[in-house]
């Protein structure tokens, strides 16, 4: 299915039904989803308020704050277009907010309040000013968690209001702990939304919240229904379009992923044209096509992902992201290099001369990978060491939070470097403790994950057995990789288990079928295929 195809599917799926971007039976082509959130504004502003709204359920923030401004100059008396503006600023899923960006929106919610509203209003009005209060004294994690609280009784208050409902299921999954690995608060907001969803099939946040709470192994199944449905329900927005590829990612339903971000390209380069930040959706959709196209052997595809991001430049996107794209253009020949296994190519890549310590420091997490396969201790602890700089210069930076996400993996760099230095018994320790923890709450979506690892280091160190057992606890948490299908065929050919194996390259072939990718892996698995 072409990409262009999955677009012009979106749209007709969405123009057959009776409610696009709906205020009770508002219809707007735009084709956003079905949003109905009254505000005791001026009658003419409700429809772009509408539209702001369904804009902010799908992550368009830049959009949605334009539609909330366009409102609060036709009615400057309007609370809930300060509302809305301030909470186009918390990006709740994605980033903390810069102090400037807090002040911004602690001035907004001052804004809001000073204005005549209903009691309803005031709710929402109040709970986002938590948010933005005491921003010197309480970390964002507190008042993440303050926020939630405060939209729980919004919804208590308000039954009838079902926005607020997912309001608040959003709020968990904003403030849920990073030690909660039991994934209460995930679990928590998907059986409030899951319920919703029966009663507002075509809502943008229900749908987008829904995949958002079940983004982890364990839960990924239970989102499918929505993830088939979300592009459907707006497919005007990149953001959307996209979104179901995580599900797609979790479960290895690789065909489903690279249509989902094909056609996601397609729509930020649109917006693009209208002048709009698109960049930012952009990369995201090439990192999740990369990661897809390596799983399927199309490497040649890969590699045009990879050569794509190391074309743009910093101008190319919005100053909020440019991290991101220079992380990006570290990360993406990295992955190319270790998913195929190139373990000396991915020795000799450099990182990046621009962007903060955190950008850099992925290339010296690949590095003591490659190093640890190639049993490199001295390149393996160099790696480590300038990792661990990076991570100091991180926690001295202006965003330290993320030192945190690199003390976790830092973990998976001295496993490898443990390894590297003939430390085996300890290196395995390390990875499964990393294992273990990514087995409950899952890891990134276009990670390699460390369970898979530690398969591999077991294979490599003459443990077929036990590799074997690691590699099928891996493909459950993430299915159809190709490096763990390989994995496992490997160690059961090792074993003499010829059935077992030539099923593993069976399920290989077909996820890789029409691929032309030399990898010694395929060849294997064709000769197995031959031979029986």
């Known amino acids: 299915m072409k990409a262009t195809w999955l677009?012009?599917?979106?749209?007709?799926?969405?123009?057959s039904s009776s409610t696009i971007l709906a205020q009770e039976h508002h219809h707007d082509a735009e084709a956003l989803g079905s949003v109905n959130f009254?505000?005791?504004?001026?009658?003419?502003?409700?429809?772009?308020?509408?539209?702001?709204?369904?804009?902010?359920?799908?992550?368009?923030?830049?959009?949605?704050?334009?539609?909330?401004?366009?409102?609060?100059?036709?009615?400057?008396?309007?609370?809930?277009?300060?509302?809305?503006?301030?909470?186009?600023?918390?990006?709740?899923?994605w980033s903390r907010p810069s102090r400037a960006t807090l002040q911004q929106g602690a001035e907004l919610s001052k804004k809001a309040k000073q204005r005549k509203s209903t009691p309803r209003e005031q709710d929402y009005i109040l709970a986002l000013a938590v948010f933005y209060t005491d921003t010197e004294k309480l970390g964002h994690q507190e008042r993440a968690a303050a926020y939630s609280k405060a939209m729980k009784g919004v919804m208590d208050r308000h039954p009838e209001d079902r926005e607020a409902a997912v309001f608040y299921a959003l709020s968990l999954l904003a403030s849920e702990p990073d030690e909660d690995t039991d994934l209460h608060n995930a679990r928590e907001?998907?059986?409030?939304?899951?319920k919703l969803f029966d009663e507002q099939p075509t809502h943008p946040g229900i749908a987008h919240y829904i995949i958002h709470s079940c983004d982890n192994p364990k839960m990924?199944?239970?989102?499918?229904?929505a993830a088939r449905k979300y592009a459907a329900i707006a497919p005007a927005s990149a953001h959307a379009v996209h979104m179901p590829s995580h599900i797609f990612a979790r479960l290895?339903?690789?065909?489903?992923?690279?249509?989902?971000?094909l056609a996601a390209i397609r729509l930020a380069d649109q917006m693009a044209g209208m002048h709009l930040h698109g960049a930012h959706h952009k990369i995201h959709s090439m990192n999740f096509l990369e990661y897809a196209y390596l799983q399927t052997g199309d490497d040649a595809n890969a590699k045009m992902q990879v050569d794509g991001i190391?074309?743009?430049?910093?101008?190319?996107?919005?100053?909020?992201?440019q991290d991101y794209l220079q992380s990006a253009q570290s990360d993406f020949p990295m992955v190319y290099a270790l998913e195929r296994r190139r373990w000396n190519e991915a020795l000799k890549l450099q990182p990046g001369v621009d962007g903060p310590a955190y950008v850099r420091s992925g290339t010296y997490w690949g590095r003591a990978i490659a190093a640890g396969h190639l049993h490199d201790a001295a390149a393996a602890q160099d790696a480590l060491k300038h990792y661990?700089?990076?991570?100091?210069?991180?926690q001295k930076g202006a965003k330290p939070y993320l030192a945190d996400g690199m003390a976790r993996q830092r973990k998976v760099v001295a496993a490898w470097a443990d390894y590297a230095a003939g430390k085996q018994e300890q290196a395995v320790e390390g990875l499964t403790a990393v294992a273990d923890e990514q087995d409950k709450v899952g890891k990134g979506e276009t990670e390699l994950p460390a369970r898979e690892m530690l398969a591999d280091m077991l294979l490599d160190s003459g443990h077929a057995e036990d590799a074997l057992t690691q590699y099928e606890i891996s493909l459950k948490t993430d299915p159809n990789r190709f490096n763990g299908l390989a994995g496992a065929a490997r160690a059961a050919e090792q074993l003499q288990q010829r059935e077992k194996a030539a099923g593993y390259y069976a399920q290989l072939l077909k996820n890789c079928s029409g691929s032309q990718s030399d990898r010694p892996e395929l060849q294997q698995a064709k000769l197995l295929a031959a031979g029986n």
């Open 189 to 194: 907001a998907v059986a409030i939304l899951t």
């Open 310 to 321: 190391l074309a743009m430049r910093n101008a190319d996107v919005d100053g909020d992201f």
């Open 38 to 93: 009254p505000v005791s504004c001026a009658s003419g502003v409700q429809e772009t308020f509408t539209r702001g709204m369904a804009l902010l359920y799908s992550f368009e923030y830049e959009q949605a704050q334009q539609a909330f401004e366009s409102v609060a100059r036709k009615d400057p008396a309007c609370a809930m277009a300060y509302w809305g503006q301030g909470m186009s600023l918390y990006h709740q899923l």
């Open 220 to 225: 990924a199944g239970m989102a499918l229904p």
């Open 252 to 261: 290895g339903l690789w065909q489903d992923d690279i249509q989902s971000n």
């Open 7 to 15: 677009f012009i599917c979106c749209w007709a799926c969405l123009l």
């Open 388 to 394: 661990d700089q990076m991570r100091e210069a991180t």
